[in-house]
């Protein structure tokens, strides 16, 4: 086979799986130009369209749809040819991958990531940080980071730390308002509450009541799609909100929030890590998947009290 037509079958795979040239050029480091030519000349050596195009939409044609399984079985074995090879050298090198939410990514990972290079510097680093649910297997990701369990036979996982959370206030807040004792004492209170961008539904409020979990959704004067949006407005006076430990914690070291209602917080799901099985035996997965380990234990051992 040529490599160019190799090339082309690359692009297609990744374009027809994503949706989009721009998508797939993001996830092939190249250009979206570089996809859409590499396509093309594809298309003409096969005689057949693959994409029906318009200004807003890439869709498959039926002689794509035909094409495109075969096409990412060819990627993956491709990739995996890369996986071994790897493997094999022994050192972690190359490029790794990861795929996370905002906060994790922001919070947890990003300024953990110098510190993995200093150690490794043989392996890129490519964070991609969404809201979006990606398909780690056909988008390419090595590592991604999770709240919640996913059933996938073709990934591999590791639970890292338990998804726990609490209520936050600032000091001056609750001198001013009075510190909450029980979670129905909410209704007196201003609160700001988290709509997900993924859903557009509002977080209900867990709380661990008489052994029993009851959720609540306080009437709010704010609601915010971000979490760092949600605890700058706390930390600013805005009232009581809830979030991750994790997200919290630097305004509590700079006593800016404070946790209230802890004795009613819930451990929800799971924060978990997942891999491709091609990746099982990569030197660099496996590397950050050690670090990842030893920093949740971290981070759980920093937010204990919350």
Not at 113 to 134: E, G, W
Not at 192 to 210: D, E, H, M
């Amino acid at each position: 086979m040529a490599l160019e037509r190799l090339t082309g079958l690359i692009a297609f795979a990744r374009a027809g799986s994503l949706g989009s040239f721009t998508a797939a050029a993001r996830s092939l480091s190249i250009s979206p130009s570089a996809v859409s030519k590499s396509v093309q000349r594809l298309e003409t050596q096969l005689g057949v369209p693959l994409f029906t195009r318009t200004t807003r939409s890439l869709t498959l044609t039926a002689e794509g749809r035909d094409l495109h399984e075969r096409a990412v079985r060819l990627l993956r074995d491709a990739e995996e040819i890369g996986q071994v090879a790897t493997a094999a050298r022994g050192e972690p090198s190359g490029p790794l991958r990861i795929a996370t939410s905002l906060p994790i990514g922001v919070h947890v990972i990003a300024p953990a990531l110098p510190a993995f290079r200093a150690l490794h510097p043989n392996v890129t680093v490519d964070l991609r940080l969404s809201d979006r649910i990606v398909d780690i297997v056909e988008e390419g990701i090595d590592v991604a980071v999770r709240i919640g369990e996913l059933s996938d036979s073709r990934l591999l996982s590791r639970r890292l730390a338990p998804h726990r959370l609490s209520c936050f206030a600032s000091p001056a807040y609750l001198a001013r308002r009075g510190t909450p004792q029980h979670p129905d004492d909410l209704a007196g209170h201003e609160t700001v509450v988290l709509r997900y961008q993924s859903t557009g539904q509002s977080l209900r409020w867990p709380f661990q009541i008489a052994g029993r979990v009851r959720e609540i959704t306080p009437s709010s004067g704010v609601t915010t799609d971000a979490s760092d949006a949600l605890v700058a407005i706390l930390a600013a006076g805005g009232g009581i909100g809830m979030v991750a430990p994790f997200l919290a914690a630097p305004y509590v070291a700079r006593c800016e929030l404070v946790p209230v209602l802890t004795e009613f917080a819930v451990e929800r799901n799971n924060i978990t890590a997942l891999w491709p099985e091609s990746r099982r035996s990569n030197p660099a997965v496996r590397a950050f998947l050690t670090m990842l380990q030893g920093l949740f234990v971290e981070r759980m051992k920093s937010t204990a009290g919350a």
